[in-house]
Structures are given as C-alpha cells and as structure tokens.
C-alpha cells in the first residue's frame, strides 16, 4: 500500500516536517549568533564564518533527523497492520495467518494439545461479487466476518485468506462436543441470509479441516491440505465439511485434469446431449426431453457431469459450456414431436450473469423456437443468490413466454416465502424424497406437501428419479401425474433415420398400464 494512504504521515507531510525543522534550526543559530556577538559579527574573519555556518548546518540536519525519526515508531506500527490485518475485516491476513499456524504447530509438539484449522469457503464467491457489485459484496464479508467472530469462541485466531475463504484455529479444549457438531453448526448458522443494505443476500459453504500435528506442522503444508479437504466438500455439494486425508492427494490431481481439459474438450466438440422423457401418465403422452450434457474424452471415456460441472462453475467454463447447451437444446427442438418442449438446466452461475436474460432471448431469435417450447429449470440455490434480482429475471422470462421449473425443489431452503415473490411454473420433486417414498413415509408425506403447494399456487408439478413401478404408483396416489426417470426412458441421445425426422434412440416403451 502506498505511504500516501497513511492519513497520519503523507509524503508531502514528511516534507514539510523536515524542510521547516531543517530552516528552524538555522534561523534559529542565526538569531543566536546576533544576539552574542551583535554588530561585531559582520568583521569575522571569512574562516570563523565558515566555521559558525558548518555548525549551524549541522545543527539544521540533527533537527531534520530529529524530526524524520520521531516518527519511525509511528512508520513501524503502520506497516505492521498494512502487512499483518486484512483492511476490510480486521482479521489477520495471509502472511500473518501463515505465521501463526506456524506457531500453533510448535505450540502442539510442546504441549501435545491437537490443534484444527478449519477452512472455511464461500461458493462461488467471485460470481457473487461480480453480480452485486463489490460494494455490497464487501458488506457481505463484513457481515459473514461479524457472523463467524459471533460463532466462534473468544479469542480463537481468524484470518482471511483468500476473497471469500477464511481460515479459524481451534484449539482441542475449545470444542465443546463433536467436531462434527461443532462444524455442522457453524455451517447452518453461517449459510442463514445476510441483510445487506439493497438486499438478502444468501450463499453456499465448504469447509475442509486438517488436525495438527497429525496432517502436518509445515504451514504451507498445513494451508494446502486443509484447501484439499474444503475443494473435496464442495465436490459433495452446498453446506458440505470434509476432514483431510492422504487419499485426498489423488483427488486434487483429478480436478486439476478435468480443469486442465475443460478448455480443451468444449473446443474439440467432445459434449454432447442426452435427452430424457417427461410423461404424462394419464395421457400415456411424452410431454418433454429434459436436455442433459454429456462429456466422452477420447482416451478416458464418459465423464459424469457431477464432476466436471462444479469445475466448469469455478472457472467460469460454465459460461461457455452452458450457453452452448442451450443453443444446441434449442436448436434440437425443432427435430423433436411438435407437441413436446425441452427443459434445460440452468446453473446458478449461469443464472446470475449480467445479460442471461438477452442470451436467452438472442437464443432463441437465432434457433426459432416458439417460447412455449422451452423450460429453464433453475434450482432454488441460484434463485436465492440475489432474491430481488432473481425475482426480475424470472418476471423477465415469463413476459419471454418462457415456463421456469424450479429444480430440486424440497432440498434447499426451508423459508418458502420467495415462492410468492418468484413467476415459475413448475415444481419439480427431488429425486432424493422419490427414491425412499416406498421405504420411508417421511418421504411420502413431503412429496404430498409439495404436490399441495403446487395446487395451492397454481403450478404444474413434476417428479423426477422415477425407477420403479412402485414409486410410480405412490407419486400418483399423491397427486403427480407427470414423472421422470429409468422406469420410462433412460437418457438417450438424438438418432436421425433416413427419410425421417430426429428421434430419440435407446427409449424404453413408457410403462403406464400398471401405473394407476
């Protein structure tokens, strides 16, 4: 940081400081001299004179001298907390935190006593920032730092260690429980809303922790383990804790390939699209394809996208990625039965960029498809990102035309309030509530509480994960008619036959004649 931004000393200060004490001095043995020797002065000798000036020069310097380290002790204490605290949250900042792990390790090869450094990261943190605006995303790490100082015990060392990651040592006899307990605390009281001055602002968390000494003494050492175990909790999804372990090593080297080849891949053409039958099982009518990336690499074969997709997010290749599955979902739409639309899934990064509205719209001018032939589904992690801006993207989209579905509906967020706030048109029930509805009757009595919520706001209802006969039969006996999932068609990709337009191949005959 430049010495100007000191209010307290500023270059031009310094100036002035040594000039006026420099001249204060000699003036000052100038007057001393008249006053001694008066009008006998002006007839010395050319070498007293000489003599009298050098000692009054010198006496100019000591005063500047004076004056420059007065204020080294200041310089000293203002550089400290330039270099060792973080501007914005007070906390210790990268080096100083560093340097303190250091200590804590030295500290436990003493006493024996385990100590934790706990990373903790907030997801996406850059698009965040990126879509409202660095000065609510600075009062957004404002009000996390106030928040984890509130969960955490007094005098526990935190540091900020990357824009949105921080870093907590835990002493052993701090933790009062569980480890597990104490995390999965932490995390929920951390991920609740924040208030910030335009708007609620919500965000998804990881957390990795190392145990030292066990997972190391060498700060470096300790900070790059701890990273591995955050990157392998958000490989798990949103909210999740993850403990540092040697196996850790392989799966760091594994992102960093996916990573690496991201890039590479979209520009060989290695994605493609599989399509997935929505029924309607009244009807016995297919509806709609749900579009699904795949990725097969030349050498390594199919990757699921559940591995290569949160990489995309974090490196921005979701951009890419993402417009081009809506374009070509788009462009495929007109190969399919006229009488079906196609759903496309949305991420969340993807949802918050700053003209995903006119991408959506330039999409479909380009493609030509009709409004009613397009589902954005979009998950409530995206929509809670930024509820005011969402609420205008989603308004934006049905003054399109365009039917949103919200996906994964029943696992995020328990405050259903923005369903009034939001213009959607379908729920879509997780796979997670479908897969124990026969085996769990908790499951059950959600999927009928989402299928009343969607009579109740006057929205269509979907479920998805469908794999048996029985199932299907619960989920109708519930109120939902309109399922997804193995036990009618496995994704497939698009066939062209000769003569004839695009089809969907390897889809299972729909089984509804059992289904009642």
Not at 146 to 156: D, I, N, S, T
Not at 177 to 202: A, C, F, T, W
């Amino acid at each position: 940081m430049r010495a100007v931004s000191n209010p307290k000393r500023t270059p031009v200060f310094r100036l002035l400081t040594v000039a006026s004490s420099g001249m204060g001095s000699f003036v000052l043995g100038l007057w001393g001299l008249k006053l001694g020797f008066g009008d006998d002065l002006i007839g010395m000798q050319a070498e007293t004179v000489v003599g009298i000036t050098s000692a009054l020069c010198a006496l100019a310097a000591a005063g500047a001298a004076l004056s420059f380290f007065a204020g080294v002790d200041e310089s000293v204490e203002y550089v400290v907390n330039e270099t060792h605290f973080d501007k914005l949250t007070g906390l210790l900042a990268r080096p100083a935190m560093v340097g303190k792990i250091g200590e804590a390790a030295s500290a436990t090869i003493k006493t024996g006593e385990p100590m934790f450094l706990i990373d903790i990261d907030i997801d996406r943190f850059k698009q965040i920032n990126d879509a409202i605006g660095y000065s609510n995303g600075d009062e957004l790490i404002r009000a996390f730092t106030k928040r984890l100082k509130a969960c955490m015990p007094e005098g526990v060392l935190m540091g900020r260690i990357g824009a949105g990651e921080f870093a907590v040592l835990l002493p052993d006899h701090e933790i009062r429980g569980s480890m597990e307990k104490v995390v999965e605390k932490l995390i929920d009281e951390m991920m609740q809303p924040y208030q910030l001055n335009s708007h609620l602002q919500s965000v998804g968390l990881s957390v990795g922790i190392v145990a030292i000494p066990k997972d190391g003494v060498e700060p470096v050492l300790v900070l790059r383990r701890s990273n591995l175990a955050l990157q392998n909790a958000r490989a798990s999804g949103v909210g999740n804790w993850s403990v540092f372990h040697a196996d850790l090593g392989r799966v760091a080297d594994y992102r960093q390939w996916i990573e690496s080849e991201l890039h590479t891949a979209f520009d060989r053409g290695d994605f493609d699209l599989h399509y997935q039958p929505q029924l309607d099982l009244p009807s016995g009518r297919i509806i709609g394809y749900e579009a699904l990336i795949r990725w097969k690499h030349p050498e390594r074969g199919m990757i699921p996208p559940m591995e290569f997709i949160p990489i995309a997010e974090e490196t921005g290749m979701i951009g890419p990625i993402g417009e081009w599955v809506l374009r070509k979902a788009c462009s495929d739409a007109r190969h399919l039965p006229a009488e079906c639309f196609v759903a496309v899934n949305i991420s969340p990064v993807q949802f918050m960029t700053k003209d995903f509205v006119g991408i959506v719209r330039e999409t479909m001018a380009s493609t030509g498809i009709k409004p009613s032939r397009l589902e954005l589904e979009v998950t409530e992690t995206a929509m809670m990102q930024d509820r005011d801006r969402a609420a205008i993207i989603l308004r934006q989209l049905a003054d399109m035309g365009i039917s949103v579905a919200i996906d994964d509906f029943g696992t995020g967020y328990s405050n259903l309030s923005y369903l009034i706030d939001f213009a959607f048109g379908k729920l879509k029930i997780d796979r997670s509530f479908v897969s124990r509805i026969d085996t769990d009757a908790s499951s059950g009595a959600v999927v009928s509480t989402i299928v009343g919520l969607s009579r109740a706001l006057g929205v269509s209802i979907i479920a998805e994960g469908v794999e048996t006969e029985n199932q299907a039969t619960l989920l109708r006996a519930a109120g939902c008619e309109v399922m997804q999932g193995f036990l009618f068609g496995r994704p497939a990709p698009l066939a062209i036959k000769p003569g004839e337009v695009r089809t969907i191949v390897s889809m299972r005959e729909p089984r509804v004649a059992s289904v009642h």
